[in-house]
């Protein structure tokens, strides 16, 4: 079991993080080669089943699902299983990315292939590269962290641009309008930066939108209908 300060362990084992981290990323190259198209959904950990947006994400995955995507998640409760719920739902490929954690995070019960991580930063360059886009659910800090390295790696051109889409205009409508007024407007982010991504309610719209985007630009590889 992984200490509950890591970093501070491998200050004293360096010669050991080498190996590790290239253990992580041949796992993560290994075990997914092949599953794209895919689209990572994003969110929080915390919602229930009968929450609405547990429902919104579900649908969302489903409607993806039905048009050829894997689904990718962070594998845990909440958002991610109902992700992986609609995946598997609508009969397509529902994969979790797990993360070694102090306190323990159970895969959730419709994963179908999992992955568990040691590091963050492997994990997150997983979901980035082998991901057609993102779906963006409410939810905490980890789910700030994992826009917010989107839009700059996207911004930065350290990877081509791709759908982002946020959903649930009341939990984003205030973030949005914070990087509107407060750091466009004290130049800190350019106009552009705020056509990085979409907000939308309508999972219809934005699966179709994924598809509509993918066949315009990785054509060469095929999705099934």
Known sequence: MPSEYEINELAK???????RIIGDLVEGFDKLSGVE??????????LKADDELYVLSEEIAYRLGQLGFSIITGGGPGV??????????????????NIDLPMEQKPNEYVQKLISFRYFFIRKFIFVKHSTAFVVMPGGFGTMDEFFESMTLIQTKRIERFPVFLMGTDYWSGLLDWLQNVMLKNGCISEEDLRLYKLSDDPEQVALDIRRWYDENQSDVPVSS
Do not use: Q
């Open 13 to 19: 084992e360096e010669s050991w993080l080498m190996f």
């Open 37 to 46: 198209p895919a689209v990572t959904i994003y969110g929080s950990s915390r």
């Open 80 to 97: 991610m299983e109902a992700a992986n719920k609609g995946a598997t739902e609508a009969s397509g490929n529902s994969i979790g990315l």
